[in-house]
């Protein structure tokens, strides 16, 4: 079975200040993850994902996120956040050998942008 | 093109009420997904359609719970005796995924959120 566990529940920063939303995850098996973005009355939307390959993932809207196998963490970054960006990230996972693609998500950390 | 829809956006309901709500999906979606968000939780995994077959039904946490998908489109999610711990958003999601792939990108709709007094 997996786990995901996002580590802050809210996190605020000031706009044009960098921000880290952390994402650790349990699993016996390996996963693909992923990250998606709830804004204010609308349907979450894929950030981005990591399948394989490069450990350095690029998604919409100028973030990122780096997966780090040893520490089983994938954690989203952005260097200059606006205030556009005020939203509720979930990190996600599914399982490598899954048949049906569900998915396995964390509790979510809204992000607060302030001016 | 449209997205995925759900209705209705809001539903309260007293204990002991039957409830349904309706995932209208991407056109040409093979996949269909139902998630619940309770307050303070991730989204938990329901039920996974395949075309008209649910295939994995891990999820539904109880016997009240009930789902079907018609004409590989429209899916119907059902609780029965509706409890207070039933209260959360269910959300929809979508996907051309015709072989559950692990990998693909769900769509997800905005929701149903769901009050049981």
């Known amino acids: 079975a997996q786990s995901v566990t996002q580590l802050d529940s809210q996190v605020p920063v000031f706009e044009e200040a960098p921000v880290e939303l952390r994402c650790n995850y349990s699993?016996?098996?390996?996963?693909?993850l992923f990250w998606y973005v709830q804004y204010p009355n609308q349907g979450l939307q894929l950030l981005l994902k990591?399948?394989?390959?490069?450990?350095l993932v690029k998604g919409i809207n100028g973030f990122e996120a780096e997966f780090n196998k040893s520490q089983t963490s994938f954690h989203l970054r952005k260097p200059s956040v606006h205030i556009s960006d005020t939203a509720e990230y979930f990190c996600?996972?599914?399982?490598?050998?899954?048949?049906?693609?569900?998915?396995?998500f964390g509790q979510g950390t809204t992000l607060q942008v302030k001016p | 093109g449209a997205g995925v829809s759900q209705s209705p956006s809001n539903k309260v309901t007293e204990k002991g009420k039957d409830v349904e709500l309706r995932c209208d999906p991407i056109?040409?979606?093979?996949?269909l997904y139902w998630y619940r968000q309770r307050l303070g939780q991730g989204l938990e995994f329901l039920i996974y359609?395949?075309?008209?077959?649910?295939?994995?039904k891990s999820g539904l946490p109880s016997d009240r719970f009930s789902a079907e998908r018609t004409g590989e489109s429209v899916s119907t999610l059902t609780i029965q005796r509706t409890q207070q711990e039933d209260s959360a958003v269910y959300l929809c999601?979508?996907?051309?995924?015709?072989?559950?792939?692990?990998?693909?990108?769900?769509?997800f709709g905005p929701g149903t959120r769901l009050t049981v007094l």
């Open positions: 999601a979508s996907s051309s995924n015709p072989g559950g792939l692990p990998y693909n990108e769900q769509f």
């Open positions: 699993s016996s098996v390996s996963v693909y």
């Open positions: 990591y399948l394989s390959g490069s450990t």
């Open positions: 996600a996972v599914s399982d490598f050998s899954s048949n049906t693609g569900k998915l396995i």
């Open positions: 056109s040409g979606h093979t996949a």
């Open positions: 359609f395949q075309g008209n077959s649910a295939p994995d």
